[in-house]
């Protein structure tokens, strides 16, 4: 430094700030906030702080941000339904809950009823054990099924079980229970029902024959629409009636009639159908005494006469339930009471046991059940996949509402079982697959496929990237050569 030259005086402000910098400030703000407040004029009042003890939910909101809605959760709930994955996994949940709390109710309802029988108390248990290990199996095949492969195996499907409703009825071969002749005995103590696979059999076939004639574009004509469809569904439902089952073949018939919803039938055409229907069940109901007596007992009040009795002590049953039910296994009316327990009342027993709480928890079960089937016949692309889930979801709500209308006593004892809930492999199986086959209808879904195959990779793993991605990955982990 020279001696004589006075030092240089430098400015008191920092290098790098802006020359239109306010005076005053010391360094350049850095966070938004702080940028805010430098920003603002210097007349206005500064923002009150918080109070020291007050909560972070009790400050005002951000001005910027605006205030959650209080309808915001049908919205969550909404884009929750609208994942890939949601049928997908309603579908395996509600039918592997649906089947593990019949097995519960089985062997709580069936054993009044093994030993007054003659049988060992889980006698019906072990049965019923062994048909949901068997249906768990089918249920698993189904769900791994090609859609190609089903709609080969539907006309062979359809022809085996036409061949079976036949034999039943032939003398020495069938077997008649209560009333109607629909068993067929097998090894040991097991029967068969054919009926029963009669319902997955109208399904497959009148799925498969919709869609071929709809890849043809021949559904517009009445003709191609009503035939062989409807004779065929006539024919498997003639033969059901012939062994005196009539619930089953208003479970056909509904079948029949939501097959040809989802085909588009016009509405005049569904409407004549409908009530050509109903006045061939009303014959029926009117030919047989004791279907009339049951009828009798729905638009009357309900007697302790030979054919309300059954009626009568299910509604004694949901009486003495209450909110929370007696318990597990301390059922009154299983005592001798209640005809049929473990089969077509098991619903009023677990309205005994459970409470209310327990028979709207079985409800909401099939309610979601149910919706699960309706969304995935409606997001498929597939004309096949849609009539078959739709034919499926069909067939098990509407015999789930005949079921429980009449254990609580708003439409006539029919004798059909509650789906994955009753006892009975006859039922059991062919429902498994069915929903089995719902399970591989919501997997083929390209976005759940997507969603599915992303899930699988293993932990860390990133989504597999294009070629031209993977070829400048390997350019870029490539030595240098050492020429330029």
């Not at 519960?104 to 949901?132: C, E, H, N, W």
């Amino acid at each position: 430094m020279h001696p004589h030259r006075p030092p240089l005086a430098f400015p008191a402000v920092p290098v790098f700030a802006p020359a239109s910098a306010p005076a005053g400030a010391g360094a350049v703000p850095r966070s938004p906030r702080a940028r805010s407040r430098a920003a603002a004029p210097a007349g206005a009042a500064p923002r009150p702080a918080p109070a020291p003890g007050a909560s972070r939910a009790s400050r005002s909101p951000r001005p910027d941000r605006p205030p959650r809605s209080p309808r915001s959760w049908p919205a969550r709930l909404r884009r929750a339904w609208d994942r890939p994955l949601t049928a997908y996994y309603v579908l395996l949940g509600t039918g592997l809950l649906i089947t593990l709390l019949g097995l519960v109710m089985v062997f709580s309802a069936s054993q009044i009823q093994a030993l007054a029988d003659g049988l060992p108390a889980t006698y019906y248990f072990r049965k019923q054990l062994a048909a949901a290990a068997l249906g768990t199996v089918l249920l698993l095949i189904a769900s791994r099924m090609p859609v190609k492969l089903l709609r080969a195996l539907t006309y062979p499907f359809l022809l085996g079980t036409i061949v079976l409703l036949v034999l039943v009825q032939v003398p020495g071969i069938g077997v008649t229970r209560n009333g109607s002749t629909n068993w067929i005995p097998l090894a040991g103590p097991f029967m068969l029902q054919p009926s029963e696979f009669g319902k997955l059999a109208l399904v497959l076939w009148g799925a498969d024959l919709l869609a071929r004639k709809g890849e043809r574009r021949l559904l517009v004509q009445w003709r191609h629409l009503l035939i062989p469809l409807v004779p065929g569904g006539l024919l498997i439902s003639g033969l059901v009636l012939f062994g005196g089952d009539l619930g089953t073949v208003l479970i056909l018939t509904a079948v029949l009639f939501g097959l040809l919803w989802l085909a588009g039938a016009p509405l005049r055409l569904f409407a004549g159908a409908l009530a050509v229907a109903g006045t061939l069940v009303g014959m029926l109901i009117a030919a047989a005494p004791h279907r009339m007596e049951r009828l009798e007992c729905v638009l009357a009040e309900p007697t302790a006469v030979d054919q309300c009795w059954q009626a009568l002590h299910g509604l004694y049953a949901f009486a003495s339930g209450g909110w929370f039910g007696s318990g597990l296994g301390a059922s009154v009316e299983k005592w001798g009471e209640l005809p049929e327990p473990h089969t077509d009342f098991i619903f009023a027993i677990a309205g005994e046991e459970l409470g209310l709480t327990g028979t709207l928890s079985v409800l909401g079960l099939f309610a979601a059940l149910g919706y699960a089937g309706i969304r995935v016949a409606g997001r498929t692309e597939d004309a096949f996949v849609r009539y078959a889930a739709g034919g499926v979801t069909t067939w098990l709500m509407a015999q789930a509402v005949i079921n429980i209308g009449a254990v609580l006593g708003l439409l006539p004892i029919a004798g059909v079982p509650l789906p994955l809930f009753s006892y009975g492999g006859s039922a059991l199986l062919p429902t498994m697959f069915a929903v089995g086959l719902l399970i591989a209808f919501a997997r083929s879904d390209p976005a759940a496929r997507a969603a599915l195959a992303a899930r699988g990779r293993p932990a860390g793993e990133k989504k597999p990237a294009g070629l031209r991605w993977i070829t400048m990955r390997r350019r870029a982990k490539r030595p240098p050569s050492g020429e330029r």
